[in-house]
């Protein structure tokens, strides 16, 4: 299979002569096979994909990014140095149960500046974070599910026990997508976790994580506080 991959032209030669005809190519064909074999091996190996902290590297850089891009930002290109983040850990990268709630009622959740915006449950996550098991509920937001770049738009508000010390007091957020789910499966990845713009300045609309949302174990993952004026 794989010789026919590397020389397409073997399909169609007798099966009775393929061998032979493999056994006549010169050295040289012979190192070139040898090395694309071992090119096939290692694209199917673990020392082919980008390490775990890169992948966290990368997806903060583009974090940052997006406070430039926002006519909403609280935070200008001098603010950004002072974005800090725990070290990247695999360990907070969790598979979640999702229990689905499709008879959830519309709710008014409070935010931080006193106004209310409208969500509906739309799961129950069940996982295992440090041998222990926790649940977490996630939300829709109607309103953003009236856009269609946002139709599959999910949150997930929490607090844990770092907030106030090595994290916002107010919590943090972690941004999901209808598509993440997959055969009733989803992965948490708390290294993802980030601070709501009410963490940077104050005049934001920054929904408040409901209690059933607050984990009682010290989630040192993610966005940390932030270390610039607010």
């Not at 990268?93 to 106004?115: H, S, W």
């Not at 999910?154 to 972690?174: C, H, Q, V």
Request: charged share 25%.
């Amino acid at each position: 299979m794989i010789l026919a991959t590397i020389f397409p032209d073997l399909n169609w030669y007798p099966i009775s002569k393929r061998h032979g005809l493999v056994h006549q190519m010169n050295r040289k064909n012979k190192h070139r096979i040898a090395g694309m074999l071992l090119a096939l091996l290692v694209s199917h190996s673990g020392f082919s994909q980008i390490p775990y902290s890169n992948k966290i590297a990368a997806h903060r850089e583009e974090y940052k990014a997006g406070f430039l891009k926002s006519p909403k930002s609280p935070l200008k290109k001098d603010d950004l140095p002072y974005l800090r983040f725990f070290e990247p850990d695999s360990t907070y990268q969790v598979e979640a149960t999702v229990q689905r709630t499709p008879q959830a009622e519309p709710f008014e959740l409070p935010t931080y500046d006193g106004k209310k915006k409208t969500y509906v449950k739309y799961a129950i996550l069940l996982f295992r974070l440090k041998g222990n098991p926790y649940e977490l509920t996630l939300y829709r937001s109607l309103q953003l599910a009236q856009l269609p770049q946002y139709r599959d738009y999910l949150f997930l508000p929490f607090k844990d026990a770092t907030n106030g010390k090595s994290t916002y007091g107010g919590g943090r957020y972690m941004d999901l997508r209808v598509g993440n789910i997959k055969d009733g499966k989803l992965l948490l990845d708390f290294n993802k976790a980030y601070n709501p713009y009410c963490a940077y300045s104050d005049g934001y609309a920054c929904p408040i994580p409901p209690k059933e949302n607050q984990l009682t174990v010290s989630v040192e993952a993610g966005e940390k506080q932030f270390a610039g004026k607010k």
